[in-house]
T-cell receptor, first 115, second 109 residues
Framework: EPEVTQTPSHQVTQMGQEVILRCVPI?????FYWYRQILGQKVEFLVS????????KSEIFDDQFSVERPDGSNFTLKIRSTKLEDSAMYFC?????????????FGPGTRLTVT | KNEVEQSPQNLTAQEGEFITINCSYS?????LHWLQQHPGGGIVSLFM???GKKKHGRLIATINIQEKHSSLHITASHPRDSAVYIC???????????FGKGTHLIIQP
């Protein structure tokens, strides 16, 4: 069964460094998403992406964040200058279409630790 | 902004028990998801509901759109059902899901 994959599974970085989290969505899916989950808290929506541009973003997704689909398979989340509070689990998701009836499929997540 | 509330927050039960987890939300939606998260963090989609009821194996999900409420039931619970169960909603033209805090379920042998 096709699945969303994410790399790396765990990334440790120092405050102020740039990080790029990578995702390979399911191949025929057109919508891509990033979510994050700070330890002990609920999952939060960051951004959605369609047709090579941001479709929607939350107030969390400030100028420190950017997303890109650099080729036909990868979807990336870049954090320009990491802060301690960026430490979280980051989930990528993809769907065939937008909203109902299309289901979002989640990747296994990347645990980002900022020290 | 939709507020998604789940109850209970924590639930410990014995193997074989019938489990019910509840979810309520504040604003009308187009769909509700039930998701499962295991230790280690991965999220697996269990159901997406717009109305009525869905069943998959020992899992049953129901939704009452008028009352803005959904329930997830697990019949004949098993220790491997131990996980965090999360309710998430989508609607109002939004792309992103709005999540509840999750219910931490432990099934003891």
């Amino acid at each position: 069964e096709p699945e969303v994959t994410q790399t790396p599974s765990h990334q440790v970085t120092q405050m102020g460094q740039e990080v790029i989290l990578r995702c390979v969505p399911i191949s025929n899916h057109l919508y891509f998403y990033w979510y994050r989950q700070i330890l002990g808290q609920k999952v939060e929506f960051l951004v959605s992406f369609y047709n090579n541009e941001i479709s929607e973003k939350s107030e969390i997704f400030d100028d420190q964040f950017s997303v890109e689909r650099p080729d036909g398979s990868n979807f990336t989340l870049k954090i320009r200058s990491t802060k301690l509070e960026d430490s979280a689990m980051y989930f990528c998701a993809s769907s065939e279409g937008r909203a109902v009836p299309y289901e979002q499929y989640f990747g296994p997540g990347t645990r980002l630790t900022v020290t | 902004k939709n507020e998604v509330e789940q109850s209970p927050q924590n639930l410990t039960a014995q193997e074989g028990e019938f489990i019910t987890i509840n979810c309520s939300y504040s604003v009308g939606i187009s769909a509700l998801h039930w998701l499962q998260q295991h230790p280690g963090g991965g999220i697996v989609s269990l159901f997406m509901l717009s109305s009525g009821k869905k069943k998959h194996g020992r899992l049953i999900a129901t939704i009452n759109i008028q009352e803005k409420h959904s329930s997830l039931h697990i019949t004949a619970s098993h220790p491997r059902d131990s996980a965090v169960y999360i309710c998430a909603v989508i609607g109002g033209g939004a792309d992103g899901l709005t999540f509840g805090k999750g219910t931490h379920l432990i099934i003891q042998p």
